[in-house]
T-cell receptor, first 113, second 111 residues
C-alpha cells in the first residue's frame, strides 16, 4: 500500500535552475514531513522537514511548500548545483519525528554544469 | 563524532541461508529502526526497537526478526533467505522525539 506518492521519477536541471519535486500523501494522520537526500553508497540524510501548522519552510536554497487541504508537499531547490545531484525522498510519519517513516519512491536529480 | 555504524557493508548469501546484520547507533540515541531499500525504491520500514523491545513493526514476515542490546546496538536477522530479500538494509537511530540518523547500510545479495 503506497501511502506517499512522489514525482517525477527523474529530473534533469541545468546549473542555476530550480528543481521541484512533488509528493502526495493519503493518511491524514501524518503530521511530520521530511525530505531526505541520498548519495550512491550512502544512507539517506535529512535535508529539511515541515509540520502541517506552516505552509512553507526555507533553509538556505531548500524550501518545502505544504498544502494540507490537497495533501501535497513539495521540495524546491533554488540555484541548483552539480553537487545537488542525488536521489531525493519525501517521507511522512505521525507523532514524533522518531516515528516510523513512510517514504516516497524517490527522485533521481541530475544537475548539469 | 561517530554516526550510525553498520556491519558488514556487503554480504552475499545463498537462498535458504540465514543472515545477521549489525548496527551501532549514534552516541546518545536510544531507538533503532531498520529499513529495507530495494534497488531504485524508497526505504520500507521493517521494525523499531526501544528499551530492548520491538515497538513498531512494518509489513514484513516473521522471517525478519531483531534484537536490541542494553548498549542500544541492534541486530537484524533474516531466516530462509529469498532472492527477493536482496536489498540495502538501513539502520537508523534516534531519540524518540528527534529525527533519524541513517547508517550507510548493508548491501545484501541473495544468490
Amino acid at each position: 500500500q503506497q501511502q506517499v506518492k512522489q514525482s517525477p521519477q527523474s529530473l534533469i536541471v541545468q546549473k542555476g535552475g530550480i528543481s521541484i519535486i512533488n509528493c502526495a500523501y493519503e493518511n491524514t494522520a501524518f503530521d511530520y514531513f521530511p525530505w531526505y537526500q541520498q548519495f550512491p553508497g550512502k544512507g539517506p540524510a535529512l535535508l529539511i522537514a515541515i509540520r502541517p501548522d506552516v505552509s512553507e519552510k526555507k533553509e538556505g536554497r531548500f524550501t518545502i511548500s505544504f498544502n494540507k487541504s490537497a495533501k501535497q508537499f513539495s521540495l524546491h531547490i533554488m540555484d541548483s548545483q552539480p553537487g545537488d545531484s542525488a536521489t531525493y525522498f519525501c517521507a511522512a510519519s505521525k507523532g514524533t519525528s522518531g516515528s516510523r517513516l513512510t517514504f516516497g519512491e524517490g527522485t533521481q536529480l541530475t544537475v548539469n554544469p | 563524532d561517530a554516526g550510525v555504524t553498520q556491519s558488514p557493508t556487503h554480504l552475499i548469501k545463498t537462498r535458504g541461508q540465514q543472515v545477521t546484520l549489525r548496527c551501532s547507533p549514534k552516541s546518545g540515541h536510544d531507538t533503532v529502526s531498520w529499513y529495507q531499500q530495494a534497488l531504485g525504491q524508497g526505504p520500507q520500514f521493517i521494525f523499531q526497537y526501544y528499551e530492548e523491545e520491538e515497538r513498531q513493526r512494518g509489513n514484513f514476515p516473521d522471517r525478519f526478526s531483531g534484537h536490541q542490546f542494553p548498549n542500544y546496538s541492534s541486530e537484524l536477522n533474516v531466516n530462509a533467505l529469498l532472492l527477493g530479500d536482496s536489498a540495502l538494509y538501513l539502520c537508523a537511530s534516534s531519540l524518540w522525539t528527534n529525527g533519524y540518523t541513517f547508517g550507510s547500510g548493508t548491501r545484501l545479495t541473495v544468490v
